[in-house]
């Protein structure tokens, strides 16, 4: 006796089969997640320009500072559970270092000190073409200020900064590879990295020392110190055609003891998360000075 497959699971196969033959296939990935990661922080270089959206999150909690110390009285008041968001969307020359930007802040108590009158929220623009970067605030004048680059004194140049970031996350020893995603409609490879902060801060601290910069040793020793017991990853989702990068959140977990002028058992945790889509990857943008 023949059976039939019913009509509407037929139509499902074939529904699934076009689309897997529709698919993109995947660029090739190293199977070590820490080779992957690097490969791929190498393949940014490509991306020239793109749309980028990312919101902010932070907070913060101060515990052991006395409300009856003059000197930490402020502290205890300001921070005791201090949180803060911001939130901005723009188009960003890679090529030319310049960019546009629009978004909004919450800053706590201290947004109000810094509304516009009449504004009910922090709203901000930024905007850099060249050597210039004009900011403002919702309903305010535009200011201009000049922007080193490596023809006005830093000794680098935008393009030299650029390389010398992948350099440093190539650098990574920790990496995880999970569950595919999709960002947006694009299929993602989805990787964990875990960055020590201690020697993240002392490659930073070279960086600075290989673009010019000084960089006093007791300061980066005591940051060590402070940053010893701090958390920082970053989870990436990677596009599966291209190998670009379509969606990071980057976290930082403050746990810092010991700190200079403050009371022994003074503690500061912060949780911090910054999270950032990338979008329009190397179409084109026009970014101008303001009017």
């Known amino acids: 006796m023949k059976r039939h497959i019913p009509g509407w699971i037929a139509a499902f196969l074939i529904a699934a089969a076009l689309m897997a033959g529709c698919q993109q296939p995947g660029q090739p990935i190293a199977a070590d997640p820490v080779q992957a990661v690097r490969d791929i922080v190498e393949k940014q270089a490509e991306i020239k320009t793109q749309h980028i959206d990312f919101a902010l999150d932070l907070t913060l909690k101060a515990q052991g500072f006395s409300s009856s110390d003059p000197s930490t009285a402020q502290t205890a008041a300001l921070f005791r559970d201090f949180k803060a968001t ?43 073409v060249g050597e210039t970067m004009y900011s403002r605030l919702a309903g305010q004048e535009w200011n201009e200020s000049p922007v080193e680059t490596s023809t006005t004194g830093s000794g680098v140049s935008p393009a030299d900064v650029n390389k010398q970031l992948r350099d440093l996350l190539k650098k990574v020893a920790k990496a995880e590879r999970l569950g595919d995603e999709t960002i947006d409609g694009v299929g993602a490879y989805h990787f964990k990295v875990t960055l ?37 990853t970053l989870e990436m989702w990677v596009g599966k055609a291209d190998l670009y990068i379509r969606q990071q959140i980057l976290h930082l977990g403050l746990n810092l003891k010991n700190i200079p002028d403050a009371p022994p058992e003074a503690t500061v945790n912060a949780d911090i998360n910054l999270t950032v889509k990338n979008s329009k990857l190397n179409e084109a943008v026009t970014i101008s000075k303001p009017k």
């Open 86 to 128: 911001a939130s901005a969307a723009g188009d960003v020359d890679n090529t030319k270092s310049d960019f546009s930007l629009k978004g909004t802040a919450d800053l706590g108590m201290f947004t109000a000190f810094l509304l516009p009158e009449g504004a009910e929220k922090l709203e901000f623009e930024l905007v850099k």
């Open 196 to 232: 020590d902060t201690v020697e993240l801060i002392a490659e930073v601290a070279k960086l600075a020392q290989e673009s010019g910069g000084e960089v006093d040793q007791a300061q980066l020793d005591q940051a060590s110190v402070l940053l010893k017991d701090s958390q920082l």
